[in-house]
């Protein structure tokens, strides 16, 4: 009997077990090299279409995947939201964005709560019904919830996908009244019809019809419209006309207004000239005045003379009487 050979038994044994080691790092290696964050979201919604597997973005740009879909998870009794736990590749967001996006860190991620950073349910395809989370920073919305009880997560507050609010939009709309006032206006508005003497009309808006045919083929019609056309062909060249006098006349206007302020404006200074002549402070008010004074006198002195005159009239040829003595 062969006996075995235990160096190769045991070369066997190794060879295998690096074989072994291998396949578990080849299909580990994706985590081994990609380091994943968890975080853990809860919606209030339903999770139909939403498996594990699915992608995680932000704005579209895929940046992880959906690793546990759950029913309950470290929340409240009567808590009935549903948890989704979610592992962010986060070699693959740092070369896509800069460190404000790192959800590891407690301080940006607060930060970046405060400013809107929420994450809903999208769907991938209105037909198939497949699910995503998408996360997105929404300054308008309301103040975060969160749910866990103990922080084994870091945890992403959520808001309703937009299929959601619809459907909750949906549900304030009162449909069997809005129903019934449907009813009722069709109802009244059948009624109002029926009272109606649609022969009667008929005939009325066929008279109507034929009267305007007859009134726009009248020949009277058709002159009135020539008529008109060529009283606005006449008014027409009169504006004309007009317009061609009018600008002479306002050029002249123009020019007899310019000579006018000229004028006024000579006069203007010709009085401040001679406010000036007669003021307090000129001395020609007061030569003018003695002139006036002497004038005075001497209008005096040739009335005395005249009267001298008249009654003595040869007082020119004798000469004038000495006084006596």
């Given at each position: 009997m062969k006996t075995s050979n235990p160096t190769a038994l045991g070369l066997f044994l190794v060879i295998g077990l690096a074989l072994g080691m291998t396949g578990v790092l080849i299909f580990s290696s994706g985590n081994l090299f990609h380091p994943q964050q968890k975080s853990i979201l809860?919606?209030?919604?339903s999770l139909k279409g939403l498996n594990p597997g699915a992608p995680v973005k932000f704005r579209g740009v895929t940046i992880g995947k959906v690793d546990q879909?759950?029913?309950r998870h470290n929340q409240a009794r009567d808590d009935y939201?549903?948890?989704v736990i979610i592992a962010v590749d986060k070699k693959l967001i740092q070369s896509k964005s800069d460190e404000t996006l790192q959800i590891d860190n407690h301080a940006l991620l607060n930060e970046n709560i405060r400013r809107g950073f929420r994450g809903r349910l999208d769907a991938e395809s209105l037909v198939t019904g497949v699910l995503?989370?998408?996360?997105?920073?929404?300054?308008?919305?309301?103040?975060?919830v969160f749910h866990q009880l103990t922080a084994q997560y870091s945890e992403i507050p959520t808001i309703p996908s937009q299929v959601q609010q619809l459907?909750?939009?949906l549900e304030h709309f009162d449909l069997p009244g809005i129903s019934a006032k449907l009813i009722a206006l069709l109802s009244r508005l059948d009624t109002s019809i029926g009272h109606l003497d649609l022969p009667q009309i008929n005939a009325g808006v066929t008279n109507l019809l034929g009267a305007a045919n007859q009134l726009l083929a009248t020949p009277d019609l058709t002159n009135s419209i020539i008529a008109a056309r060529r009283t606005l062909e006449h008014a027409q060249a009169l504006l004309a006309r007009i317009e061609g006098r009018v600008d002479p006349l306002a050029d002249n206007l123009t020019n007899t207004l310019f000579e006018a302020q000229k004028t006024l404006a000579d006069v203007r200074r010709g009085a401040q000239n001679l406010s000036d002549l007669l003021g307090p402070d000129n001395s020609f008010g007061s030569d003018l005045t003695q002139a006036?004074?002497?004038l005075g006198n001497a209008g005096r002195a040739v009335a005395d003379l005249a009267e001298y005159l008249q009654r003595n009239p040869n007082?020119?040829?004798?000469?004038?009487?000495k006084p006596k003595e």
């Open positions: 809860y919606f209030d919604g879909v759950l029913i939201a549903m948890p995503y989370v998408s996360l997105d920073i929404l300054p308008e919305t309301p103040p975060p459907l909750a939009n006036l004074e002497q007082a020119l040829l004798a000469g004038r009487k």
